[in-house]
């Protein structure tokens, strides 16, 4: 099985590239996130592999880490999530992201990912976060793995609430959740969701 390729970057198409490695030219299936963030053609990339195998066909994605494939693997743990729509996940959100979606069991963000209904969403934030703990805690900017570090957002639907509201705003999730979990901070006793969006929308100004 393949598990990683290094090469220089041949051509970039809609959901796929062709990585050159030593004159072989690899087909891999990227999402529209990792496709953004690539090089220009020529320049050299590495991406971490996951390789499936098919009586008909082999086919290779790839991801720019290594914790991207771990929840490329996950997702597809969970009933009615194959590969493409894993991939769809992972274009709409960051494995950061989808952690804090996870984390606050907030399905409608994982809802916005192309070709995934409500239903499937639901069993995505809810799977997940029996099954795969390590994954579950969520990150946002500043150090950590690929460049995060854990946030501590508070339960309850208070958070997903506030957090809903500042993406529709048009913040990052990140983003959102981190404000979240700093507003909270500062909050004696039980957050209300009004609270919890005046004080994130502050911390987010700053």
Same mark, same amino acid.
């Given at each position: ?106 399905? #409608? %963000?994982? *809802? ?5 209904? !409500? +239903?499937?969403?639901?069993? @995505?934030?809810?799977? /997940? &976060? ?50 979240? #979990? %700093?507003? *909270? ?5 039980? !957050? +209300?969701?009004?609270?919890? @969006?005046?004080?994130? /929308? &502050?911390?987010?100004?700053?």
């Amino acid at each position: 099985m393949i598990g990683k390729l290094t090469g220089k970057l041949d051509a970039v198409g809609p959901d796929t590239l062709i990585l050159d490695v030593g004159g072989v030219g690899y087909e891999v299936t990227c999402s529209s996130r990792t496709l953004s963030q690539l090089p220009g053609v020529g320049e050299a990339v590495s991406l971490a592999i996951d390789t499936h195998v098919r009586e008909d066909a082999i086919r290779l994605y790839g991801f720019g880490t290594e914790h991207e494939r771990a929840w490329f693997r996950a997702l597809q743990s969970v009933q009615g999530v194959g590969a493409r729509v894993a991939i769809a996940v992972l274009g709409t959100l960051s494995p950061s992201d989808l952690s804090n979606a996870v984390a606050l069991q907030d399905k #409608a %963000s994982v *809802a916005r990912s192309p070709g995934v209904g !409500p +239903k499937v969403a639901q069993r @995505i934030v809810s799977e /997940l &976060k029996d099954k795969m703990p390590a994954l579950s805690p969520a990150f946002g900017p500043g150090g950590g793995s690929g460049g995060e570090q854990p946030i501590e957002i508070p339960e309850g639907m208070a958070a997903q609430e506030a957090v809903s509201a500042l993406t529709n705003l048009g913040y990052a999730h990140g983003q959102a959740a981190a404000a979240v #979990a %700093s507003a *909270a901070k500062a909050i004696d006793g039980t !957050p +209300k969701t009004e609270e919890l @969006i005046r004080l994130g /929308l &502050k911390e987010l100004a700053r």
